[in-house]
């Protein structure tokens, strides 16, 4: 007999911010992990990207939907090459094979954003080089937390 | 040969406020329909809550993730009643077979929310009244559009 | 820290056969339950449908997808009534939103389905009498095993 | 406006049988394409798996549903050595993170399964290799009906 999953809830402003990985993305770009699901294998973040910060190339291998709540992010190379330039409050759905060959913050930036599998982080000829999935977002949040001090650690 | 899903985008702030139905809620909530997936049943929306307003009972068949942006949501009767009260920016996950008797938002309230599968809205003892999904979603938004004069038409 | 969901094996013909519900069904259809997902809403099972037997007229509020192992079924009236007639070996798939109203099985038949979200059973008018996902599912499941003989007890 | 989904059928038996790929298994592998669901990013297979067969190291990134038609299939080194050994008819569920050293058919065997996102294939250090989704496995299976003679295509 499976139980019904416990309902979660999170106070953003409460939850500190760890930097996302230098060999991932540029510019200081910083996260809260605010969900993961095991099952699914989906998770949900916020992001913190200042003037000048992107992401490195990628694959959403399944769907992802974000809400820019400031600032603006270039995807897929911005409006105008082809992709498109969201300006807070902005909505997008980037689908399954979305390839994102560089994700950028003109100006200081925050998005809330929710994915199904992994992020595959990828080289220039789209070899993959790191899978950032569900398992790999909780272990690197885990790791951030046991490292801060302990006035600033969350309550289990 | 199937193509990978376009990308989408939505300007937030230019879609117009629809009345969410009075059948379903109570105090003047409004809503702004960002996208469906057909394929998966998924959907996303964006609501305004009034202070005093409500949501009738429902079930979450499966699960939904919000972020409130603004003000303040008593889910599951709200903390004092063993549920969860949300103050913005505040993030919740909401499991399938979550039961909401009723959710209510003590102040001007605003949040965003991702669901897959669709709401039940239900009796007091549980008998189903309403199926809302992806279908009945973009259905109603549609035929809100539909009723909107020209000059507030969103542009195909 | 949430752990990976353990693996499941299940020995399908060391399963009983449950009577599957009259009000949703004619003709003697039986069925084993073979696994739940609480987080997804998703659920799997095998059924067993006499020659002359019929599911009741329903929705797929998700996709489903079966593979017929034995016999013949005709889906959304069969292949001469515009919907398909699947033949043993066949595999079908069914979008979330498709309307069932009558899926009959002309030969003694059996197959194995894995179903995304709640099936919604309807009156012929659309108006919903049962919506049965994950927890309906594995309630019945277990209440049918609590009511066999000890010996034919599957070892928890 | 977007519509729901079409339906689909697939008479298993006479797709053509396509050689999985030698550079991610061993023995002989065959596969049919039954489906893929590009916005979630799901796909089904059919798979013929010739006795001593068996699958390189890979990891599932999102859940997988299997049920063995024919012969036995030691999952996760088999029950010996802690993982499964389905004996046909059997049904498996491997979690989103199940990694698969290796996947072997002592007899003959056939199993249909559905993968909800991509397999990783690995090194045996756990380092990516290739990412098999529904992209992948569609570009495949289109370049294999490609390559047949014109008597064995199946009618579009």
Chains 1, 2, 3, 4 share one sequence.
């Not at 993961?36 to 291998?61: L, R």
């Not at 998005?111 to 909780?138: C, H, N, R, S």
Request: with cysteine; aromatic share 12%.
């Amino acid at each position: 007999m499976k139980d019904q999953i416990a309902e979660e809830y999170v106070q953003v402003d409460a939850e500190p911010w760890a930097p996302f990985p230098e060999a991932l993305s540029a510019g200081g770009i910083r996260w809260k992990l605010l969900h993961v699901s095991p099952e699914m294998g989906s998770w949900t973040a916020y992001f913190d990207c200042p003037k000048g910060s992107s992401f490195n190339a990628h694959i959403h291998q399944g769907p992802g939907e974000y809400l820019l709540t400031k600032g603006r992010m270039d995807v897929r190379g911005g409006k105008d090459a082809g992709g498109d330039t969201a300006v807070a409050p902005g909505y997008g759905y980037e689908s399954s094979g979305a390839r994102h060959d560089q994700t950028a913050f003109p100006v200081d930036s925050e998005f809330y954003m929710t994915f199904l599998g992994p992020l595959v982080f990828i080289t220039p000829d789209g070899q993959p080089v790191a899978v950032v999935g569900w398992k790999e977002v909780q272990g690197a949040w885990q790791a951030f937390l046991a490292s801060q001090p302990a006035q600033q650690k969350k309550a289990a």
